[in-house]
């Protein structure tokens, strides 16, 4: 029997790139395929070099239009994957990222295996993961191997190195309700989640010769995002084109440009997709997380959920670290358009403000909707805290209660795994 091979290609803006691993397709030794390109909304230029290819039958385009709010509520590759297993016709299918290329023979090893073992169902090959500056120049390159039968293959094996039966697609669906994981939270380890899901019924056999060759760009989507946590840290400032904008539940809200002065460097650098789930509301007078006086210095206030909380004294603005350049001017009739809100005070009863750094024990906390949120020092670093932590008395951690952590999106999806399965071989990411 012939079986033919499904391989789905996901494509957003390589240009680059995409010629080559068309190319690497329609090159294979074994012919019997079809190719589902799923393109994920690319400009121009990236669907011009396909044009070429579409006239070979056994290629299909299958544009999709995302507004760019919706770009990070799912993982797109897995998304757009999930979509194209509901259109495969082969016995086999296989996976490739528009910054991968197959060798030509990789199509006829892996089906060779397929055909003369009827009880494997899954096949993996060793990868060679290139890695290139901004001028596609290689600085480094290793490579992934593929060397033992893997009961667990999340965090071992990059979804371009694996063909599997179509048949396991059908019992994935009936035990998880469906194929791929693509909540965002996966963003960088969609492939490994499937694999814990294809594991479930087979085990991975392994290809040894080196199959595809990755290549990852400083442009490299997750690679942007490697450090942010899905939603921005109320509070979090960030400039377009020439304006800024603080986020304020869930909202964003344009502030004027003194508030994000020389002094007070507070605006930070997120992909501007991170900030695109945002709709736009109505601007703020006053930004929040500001101190300000309006009598030179006699009284502070800190505006926080757009109300006006009145620090006890001087002393307190100073233990809760806030230097001089972060302290504002404003007018008393503008002071007077806020609402009063709880003093802040280190005691009798320990009433900070929001949006602070504290440290208690070994950890950084960040104090945030009253609560306090455990913070890793990447996501510190992203959103551009300038103070020290400030140090906490037990009575005082015990005050309030404590949120979800704020880690990074790849954090969050490894809690899922019970990581003593598998042996880590470093990888941070596999798509
Ligand atoms: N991708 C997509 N839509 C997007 C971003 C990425 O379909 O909005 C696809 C992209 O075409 C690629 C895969 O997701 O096939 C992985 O993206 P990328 O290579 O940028 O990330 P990496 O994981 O290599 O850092
Ligand atoms: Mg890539």
Known sequence: MVMKVSVILTSYNKPDFIERVLKSVVEQTYQHWELLIMDDGSEQETIQK???????KRIQLYSHQIHPANRLKTVRYATLINEALTRITGELVCYVTDDTVYRKDRLEKMVEVFQSKPHIDIVYSSQRVVHVNQHLVETASFVREADQVLEHASFQVDHCSVM??????????EKYGQYWADEPKHWHHADSVFWMRLNHFAAFFPLQEVLDTTYKTPQSFHHM?????????????????GAYYQIAHGYLHRIDRRWVNEKNRRAIR????CAMKYEMNEPLTVPNYTVVTADNGRTFYYIEHQTKRRFASKRDVQYFQFHQKEIYTVTKEQLETFEEG????????FSPPNRRLFKWKQDVYLFVHDTFCRIVPEVVKIFAFYHQPIKLQPSQFAFFQEGKPIVPLYMESLQEFDLSLYQM?????SS
């Open 50 to 56: 396909m044009q070429p290819y579409l006239v070979d």
């Open 164 to 173: 599997h039966r179509s048949r396991l697609l059908s019992l994935i669906h």
């Open 225 to 241: 995002f490697a450090s942010m946590p899905y939603d921005l840290i109320d509070g979090a400032v960030i400039e377009r084109e």
């Open 270 to 273: 997120v992909p501007s997709l």
């Open 342 to 349: 709880s003093i802040i005070q280190v005691s009798p009863i």
């Open 425 to 429: 071989s470093g990888r941070k990411h």
